[in-house]
């Protein structure tokens, strides 16, 4: 169920009514909302259910049996991992692997192949996936209690708002939440509001407007000669998926307050960044301090000197990669962002450039570059392809402009909006402390009403959110 979708408004009209209804009964409120997520998980696939439930019961029993035998705590925690990454080995990377024996079979001139089983991909399994090792990850290092109710548990997992593209939120900040039976303050349902039509809108009115622009251009057979034409598409690539992936969280976490919860910020103006290492604390938060804590740090992090740090990130980066997609190319965007850190770590190019004049905006302008260039390999549909848009792309010899022509005028209007947007809400402009510090903050809702109308009448042609595929 989409949150830009006719079924949803329905769904949202009918529990929201409820939900409210059920405020002073916090056992009954909690079983309508674990009820009414596997519902809105349910619309696109009922079956897939099972398999949220079977991820839930594992992680729910795994953090019970190591509060009841604490000395068997590691085995507890090790069926969780294999219950949990299994499932995803299986839906998310078996076929994937099977092609990739083969290959090594046929370099190999074995006589002999590995059946390939392409399994229709859950929705959102690497995110509820990631949410529920994170409950038994940390109820294994004491950072939380172990809850030893079923609906509560559930409530957290499956909470619709984020159970499928995130934020992934950590058992600390939502179980606790859960537990006091928050009530919505008139701010909270205000603020909610706000961040909901935001959200419509860099969804509907941006990303979907570009998403035909640069779905052309990487299913084109034959690849345009056009260097300046492959810098545009990447460009409106970057603005496509931050559009849509942060559309997507503020609509979660306006949703969330609607509810009463308070879901951390998942997007800080990334496209600011003046280093890789910044753009990492500013792009998908949730997922970025993720794998920090569970990957980053458990292989020693930067405590056993500067190389081994370089390996325990590259292994992060390239296990991003591949938790993406399953595919060479995402393997590849990892690496490639693992290159511009290490190199960054090693010339500390960010900080010399700094101390020049221009020498911020310069950096800054650099990020942009590296992150466009690393958006190929991540965008196109196979590695091979990547390569050959950025064997253009990175040639000055392609400097034709006439393929650029063909870019039509909405995807080129929603680009320059979306840059138009950011740096007027980077700024500040938009924020709610703004509109309540001038005397025209009546106009506040005229403003999100003519945002709404631009959702309805301005919107691109309707397309799940990008990060549904992960």
Not at 171 to 177: A, G, K, N, T
Not at 278 to 291: A, G, M, Y
Request: one cysteine or more; a positive charge.
């Amino acid at each position: 169920m989409l949150f830009n979708s006719f079924a949803f408004v329905v769904f949202a009209c009918c529990f929201f009514p409820i939900w409210r209804l059920l405020r002073d009964r916090l056992r009954p409120r909690l079983a309508f909302l674990t009820l009414a997520s596997f519902a809105f998980y349910g619309a696109w696939d009922w079956r897939y259910v099972f398999l949220l439930v079977y991820t839930g019961l594992i992680d729910f029993a795994a953090g019970i049996a190591m509060e009841r035998r604490p000395e068997r705590k590691r085995l507890w925690l090790a069926l969780s991992l294999v219950g949990n990454v299994g499932s995803l080995l299986i839906f998310k990377y078996s076929g994937f692997a099977a092609r990739a024996a083969n290959a090594l079979l046929g370099l190999a001139h074995a006589p002999l192949s590995v059946p390939v089983y392409d399994l229709i991909l859950p929705v959102g399994i690497s995110f509820y996936t990631f949410e529920s090792l994170s409950y038994t990850i940390d109820v294994y290092q004491g950072k939380v209690k172990p809850t030893r109710d079923l609906v509560q548990f559930f409530a957290f997992l499956s909470m619709f708002p984020h159970l499928v593209a995130g934020p992934v939120i950590r058992p600390y900040d939502l179980l606790p939440q859960i537990l006091a039976n928050r009530k919505p303050t008139a701010d909270q349902v205000w603020e909610g509001t706000r961040l909901i039509i935001h959200g419509l809108f860099k969804k509907m009115v941006i990303a979907d407007q570009l998403a035909p622009a640069v779905n052309a251009a990487y299913n084109q057979a034959l690849i345009p000669q056009s260097a300046p034409y492959w810098w545009v598409i990447a460009t409106m690539f970057s603005l496509q998926i931050y559009c849509d992936f942060s559309g997507y969280t503020d609509i979660a976490r306006g949703l969330a307050k609607w509810m009463g919860y308070d879901f951390p910020l998942n997007f800080n103006h990334p496209y600011i960044s003046r280093s890789m290492r910044e753009f990492w604390t500013r792009w998908h938060i949730s997922l970025s301090t993720w794998f920090r804590d569970y990957v980053y740090l458990p292989l020693g992090g930067s405590h056993k000197g500067a190389w081994a740090a370089h390996r325990n990130m590259w292994i992060t980066m390239l296990v991003s990669g591949l938790w993406h997609g399953a595919g060479w190319h995402f393997i590849a965007w990892g690496a490639v962002h693992a290159l511009y850190t290490s190199v960054e770590r090693v010339t500390r190019w960010p900080e010399r450039l700094a101390r020049m004049r221009w020498g911020r905006l310069a950096a800054t302008l650099i990020c942009i570059v590296l992150v466009n260039i690393a958006y190929v390999l991540f965008r196109a549909p196979t590695l091979g392809k990547a390569v050959s848009v950025l064997a253009v792309m990175l040639n000055p010899a392609h400097s034709t402009w006439a393929p650029v022509a063909a870019i039509s005028l909405p995807a080129a209007i929603a680009g320059l909006l979306a840059i138009g947007r950011e740096t007027y809400h980077y700024h500040g402009w938009g924020d709610l402390a703004c509109w309540r510090s001038n005397a025209i903050r009546a106009l506040e809702p005229v403003y999100l009403a003519l945002i709404l109308a631009m959702c309805v009448f301005l919107r691109g042609p309707g397309a799940a959110f990008i990060y549904f595929q992960f």
